[in-house]
């Protein structure tokens, strides 16, 4: 098995990616693998992806909006830098020993794999995300967790561990894609591809954007203004909830259900977007970043810090410092 290369890092050189395409996928799920891609080399002044469409056997792929997507047969795949994996339904019937088999060979090149919506479980059925942090649709992380008891289940949005990228949806995939941009060609350059689609959430989020107000209950408008007054010395649930008078359980079914995620998750999110604000926006040393966002060790911040930002603070702060041109 060849070593892996780290793709997140600067870089100029176009990135060899092969989006392995499944039928039964959603179309957006699809899309935000795809649009981040071609609004970076659309943006860009030379090409940032080149890739290609990959398919499990010789036909065209269907996806669940009935359109079709001819590609490489993955028997026929050589190589490539990232390989995304984009899946819907029917895991069972499409983990194949022949599709997991070719996951297996193009991970031992070294690539860089990455698995979207129903992706991490195919990676997972190949035995590739063993040993990483990984995520999943939240709907699916309990029998997820249950089914590969050697995979660090996370309830994030996405999930970086070495060379293996999970998302749990094609929302927060388009979020994993500008990560991988922003750490190849600068944060500005994201946020340039950002704006392409309107979108608030990354790479250039701040404390006041995050997440959007407007999906918020009155509980969790409350809650979420607790959390941003105690960043850096986080509240535990319970004494948030007994602050609103209500149960930890009920604070966690409005934040599943008003904003998608949780609310110990969402608390991370407001910390890690001031960490950023500050990190760019402000001459403090890194320990005194650490200690604003709540944290107690340089180290548990850097690693928050590069799986929420895809980058280290230090990185960050030198690209921000001195900007990739365009």
């Known amino acids: 098995m060849k070593s892996a290369r780290n793709i997140l890092q600067p870089e100029h050189r176009a990135l060899k990616t092969a989006l392995l395409v499944l039928d039964e996928c959603s179309t957006l799920s699809f899309a935000s693998a795809v649009d981040p891609m071609r609004a970076a080399n659309r943006l860009a002044d030379r090409p940032a992806f080149d890739w290609d469409y990959v398919t499990p056997t010789d036909a065209p792929v269907m996806l669940t909006s009935a359109l079709t997507v001819p590609g490489i047969p993955l ?44 992706g991490p479980w195919l990676l997972a ?62 944060a500005s350059f994201a946020a340039r591809v ?32 607790l959390m941003e007054a105690a960043l850096d010395d986080p509240l535990p649930l319970a004494h948030i909830a007994d602050r ?45 970043v650490a200690q604003a966002t709540g944290f107690t060790s340089q180290s548990s911040f850097a690693r928050a810090f590069r799986l929420a930002h895809g980058l280290s603070a230090r990185d960050l702060r030198q690209d921000s410092a001195h900007p990739t041109h365009h």
């Open 75 to 118: 028997a026929r795949l050589q190589s490539c830098d990232l390989m995304i994996v984009v899946a819907g339904f029917q895991m069972a019937r499409q983990a194949t020993p022949s599709l997991l088999a070719g996951l297996r060979r193009i991970a031992a090149t070294g690539a860089t794999i990455a698995g979207i919506d129903g």
């Open 125 to 186: 059925e190949a035995g590739l995300l063993d040993g990483h942090s990984a995520t999943t649709h939240w709907d699916d992380l309990d029998s997820f967790a249950s089914r590969f008891p050697n995979v660090d289940v996370q309830a994030t949005r996405f999930a970086i561990s070495e060379n293996r990228l999970t998302s749990g949806g094609a929302i927060p995939a388009v979020e994993m894609m500008l990560h991988i941009i922003a750490a190849r060609h600068g």
């Open 194 to 225: 950002s704006n392409q689609f309107l979108y608030e959430g990354a790479p250039a989020q701040t404390k006041t954007d995050a997440p959007k107000a407007n999906h918020h209950s009155a509980l969790t408008s409350k809650a979420n203004s």
């Open 244 to 288: 609103l008078g209500t149960s930890p359980r009920t604070l966690q079914q409005q934040f599943r259900l008003r904003l998608n995620t949780t609310p110990q998750d969402h608390y991370l999110q407001l910390r890690m977007a001031e960490a950023r604000r500050l990190v760019t926006d402000t001459d403090m040393s890194l320990m005194d």
